[in-house]
């Protein structure tokens, strides 16, 4: 079946340091993919998202690559703030379907 | 900026005992979300709402569980005899269509059976 698997967190970084959180996926066919984040008494907030192969999707500094002969679709930033603290969660959607099938989250907290 | 609301943010209930949880989606926004997650658990798909009937269920969603527009703005996930395994954070979402459109989510209810 489909699924998504995130690295495990809590990830913890000084501000302006260089943050990757990995996700990889298994699906059939061509999904859409995802990058949710969740600040603290928020819902969740689309971030970007990738639509087909190579298909970068960027946000708030934040870029991830729809990589399919890797199965991944890895979040980046160059320079972290304070305020990027929170749950970040990577996602996909097959096609023609309607629901979300998400990773397990990733915590995500920046020191100054 | 339109966002999609939930009540009560948290929400006690004896086990057995029924609860309703509210939502009120985007109002222009026509397709209608529940997901759930279990503490330490990924975000689970329950069920998708389009033109007053289910248009897509997970096999979590059983006869345990049910969806319903009251009205024009509500959509609520109503859950009876509720067991100690329903605890979790329950989500609300809304689309404008189905599709390659963006899921607005709900800050979530957390639902705590003792």
């Known amino acids: 079946g489909n699924s998504v698997t995130q690295m495990e967190g809590p990830v913890t970084l000084s501000e302006e340091a260089f943050l990757t959180i990995n996700c990889t996926y298994t699906?059939?066919?061509?999904?859409?993919l995802f990058w949710y984040v969740q600040y603290p008494g928020e819902g969740l907030q689309l971030l970007l998202k990738a639509t087909k192969a190579d298909d970068k999707g960027s946000n708030k500094g934040f870029e991830a690559t729809y990589r399919k002969e890797t199965t991944s679709f890895h979040l980046e930033k160059g320079s972290v703030q304070v305020s990027d603290s929170a749950v970040y969660f990577c996602?996909?959607?097959?096609?023609?379907?309607?629901?979300?099938?998400f990773g397990q989250g990733t915590r995500l907290t920046i020191n100054p | 900026e339109p966002e999609v609301t939930q009540t009560p943010s948290h929400q006690v209930t004896q086990m057995g005992q029924e609860v309703i949880l509210r939502c009120v989606p985007i109002s222009n926004h026509l397709y209608f979300y529940w997901y759930r997650q279990i503490l330490g658990q990924k975000v689970e798909f329950l069920v998708s709402?389009?033109?007053?009937?289910?248009?897509?269920k997970s096999e979590i969603f059983d006869d345990q569980f049910s969806v319903e527009r009251p009205d024009g703005s509500n959509f609520t996930l109503k859950i009876r005899s509720t067991k100690l395994e329903d605890s979790a954070m329950y989500f609300c979402a809304s689309s404008e269509t189905s599709g390659r459109d963006t899921q607005y989510f709900g800050p979530g209810t957390r639902l705590t059976v003792l």
């Open positions: 699906a059939t066919g061509y999904p859409s």
């Open positions: 709402f389009y033109n007053n009937e289910i248009s897509e």
């Open positions: 996602a996909l959607r097959k096609m023609g379907a309607q629901k979300l099938v």
